[in-house]
């Protein structure tokens, strides 16, 4: 990192994300590419499903859940453009 007018900047793009990754306690995953999924932990027998799954399925997981769930999510409101 260095150091510009007393702030730490990330020297590369990925390691704030690495930071915040590492301190979710809960992960809400959507439908994404399989290399983003693999990134946020997903296991590579859910990656190929997600990444095909239909709008709104999202996968969780958690320290409070033994297994990640699956659940479907309604759009509380929508993109016109």
Do not use: C, W
């Amino acid at each position: 990192m260095e150091s510009t007018r007393g702030f730490l900047t990330p020297v590369t793009r990925g390691m704030l994300n690495d930071v915040v990754l590492q301190l979710t306690n809960t992960k809400i995953i959507l439908r994404s590419e399989e290399k983003v999924l693999e990134r946020l932990g997903v296991p590579s027998t859910e990656r190929r499903f997600l990444a095909t799954a239909v709008a709104g399925l999202a996968h969780a997981s958690s320290f409070a859940y033994k297994y990640p769930i699956y659940a479907r999510i309604k759009p509380a409101a929508y993109h016109a453009g």
